[in-house]
Structures are given as structure tokens and as C-alpha cells.
């Protein structure tokens, strides 16, 4: 078997459940609270904007409480200690990973530690709330600022820096995440396509277990510390 260089990790809600960040698709999820069609699509913003803020504000605010855990930690010691390619791909909005340490990072549905201007198209860090319209700190228009979240129907970020990596990985591994969204859910096929070894590290299987040619199940704490400690030969 050939040495493993070049590795893509990504990484869904599962990864932030033990800090105590709910996931989306999980009993009493996310999305069983709230329905995706009234908070989570350009068309709902549009409709009922107090609505949306309200929704991303209330998170904005609750990550900024909650801590990085193992599996965080042991992804930074890896892009730390990994000498080859790594890049880290996560679908989550919170600042964990960044918190524990990780550079080689691309979020590619955006931050909630973002505020974006539809007029002037800049992004700031934004830790407050956006609710009663602030003025951009670029361009000063009020009104105009949105949550910097990818909403359904809308572009990941990116892409082309994801697929270049993809298409060069001699090891792909998906951490908690259900396989439910695409195009992060096909990436596993993507990696596959081009020789990859695919491992999935999840509490259950996903959508696309199918596709893993290695498997683990169980919380994300235990099972990256323990990957993270064998890659790097520890
Ligand atoms: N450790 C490991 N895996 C876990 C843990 C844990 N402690 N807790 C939950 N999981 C797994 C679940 O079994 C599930 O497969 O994490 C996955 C979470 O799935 P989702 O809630 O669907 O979250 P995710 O896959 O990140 O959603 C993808 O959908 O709603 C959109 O844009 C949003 O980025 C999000 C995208």
C-alpha cells in the first residue's frame, strides 16, 4: 500500500455534540425545533427576517460559550504534526476547531462569527447580534448585514480549493457527520474516484457509509484521539 501524504478531513455537527452544540438531524436536533424552510433559506430571510435573526443570533451568542473538546484537540495536534498535505474541511459554523488550534481549515458553510454586507460585500467579525440592523463597519449602510451562513439553495464556499485536495488525497476521513447534505456528502466518492482510502468516524453509520472502505462508530471524543494518535504513529 502506497504511504499516505495527503490527507482531507471533514467534519460535521458530530464533532461539536460533546461541547454541547446541537447537531441538526439527531433526536430533539436542530432541525426538529425549527423548520429549515422558515431560518435557513435566502427565501426565508427575505420573508421574515426578524425570524432568521432571531434564529442565528441565539447561536451566534451560545457558541461563544462552549469550549473546544478532544476531538477538536486532536485534529489541531494533527495539522500541527502531520508533514504532508492536510486540509480540514468542516460544514460547522462554530469557531471550535480554530479555538483548538487548527489552520489548515476551510469552512465551506460559513461562520457565525461572521457578519456579511449584501451592500459592499465585506465580512466581519461579527460577535454581537444583528436583530436591530447595525451599520456595516466597512461600508456604514445600516440594514444590510446578514449571517455569513451557506442557507439551502446556496453555493458552498471554496469548492475548487476543496476538490483540488480532494482529488490529490490518499486518505479521505469523515467525523460526525450524517451524509444527509450535499456536496459535502459526496466528497467521499469524490476522494475514492482518485485512489483514496476512505474512513468514516461517526456515532452511528451515515447516509454514505457504503462508500467508507473503513468504518468506526462511537462519540467523536474517543474515536479521533485515538486515529489522530495512530496516523502520527504515536
Ligand atoms: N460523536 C460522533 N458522531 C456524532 C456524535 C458524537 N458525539 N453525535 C452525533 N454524531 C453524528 C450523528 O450520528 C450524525 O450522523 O453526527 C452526525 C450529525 O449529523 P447532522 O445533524 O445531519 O449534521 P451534519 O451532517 O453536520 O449536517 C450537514 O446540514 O443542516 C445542514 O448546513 C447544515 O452543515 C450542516 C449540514
Not at 6 to 30: P, Q
Not at 97 to 106: D, T
Not at 123 to 137: K, N, Q, V
Not at 189 to 218: C, I, K, V
Request: aromatic share 8%; proline share 6%.
Amino acid at each position: 500500500m502506497s504511504p499516505i501524504r495527503n490527507i482531507v478531513v471533514l467534519t460535521g455537527a458530530g464533532v461539536s455534540a460533546e461541547s454541547g452544540i446541537d447537531t441538526f438531524r439527531d433526536a430533539g436536533g436542530l432541525w426538529e425545533q425549527h423548520r429549515v424552510e422558515d431560518v435557513a433559506t435566502p427565501e426565508a430571510f427575505a420573508r421574515d427576517p426578524d425570524l432568521v435573526h432571531r434564529f442565528y443570533d441565539a447561536r451566534r451568542e451560545a457558541i461563544q460559550a462552549k469550549q473546544p473538546n478532544a476531538a477538536h484537540e486532536a485534529l489541531a495536534r494533527l495539522d500541527a504534526g502531520w508533514p504532508g498535505e492536510l486540509l480540514i474541511v468542516t460544514q460547522n459554523v462554530d469557531d471550535l476547531h480554530e479555538r483548538a488550534g487548527a489552520k489548515r481549515l476551510i469552512h465551506m458553510h460559513g461562520e457565525h462569527l461572521n457578519a456579511w454586507c449584501i451592500a459592499c460585500d465585506t465580512r466581519s467579525r461579527w460577535t454581537g447580534t444583528l436583530i436591530e440592523r447595525p451599520a456595516c463597519p466597512a461600508c456604514g449602510m445600516p440594514g444590510y448585514l446578514r449571517p455569513d451562513v451557506v442557507w439551502f439553495g446556496e453555493m458552498p464556499y471554496r469548492m475548487e480549493e476543496i476538490y483540488a485536495a480532494l482529488n490529490k488525497a490518499d486518505l479521505f476521513v469523515s467525523i460526525g457527520t450524517s451524509g444527509a447534505v450535499y456536496p459535502a456528502a459526496g466528497f467521499v466518492r469524490e476522494a475514492r474516484a482518485a485512489g483514496a482510502r476512505t474512513l468514516e468516524l461517526n456515532m452511528e453509520p451515515s447516509q454514505g457509509s457504503y462508500w467508507f472502505s473503513e468504518a468506526r462508530h462511537g462519540p467523536a471524543t474517543q474515536l479521533v484521539p485515538q486515529w489522530v494518535d495512530q496516523i502520527l504513529g504515536f
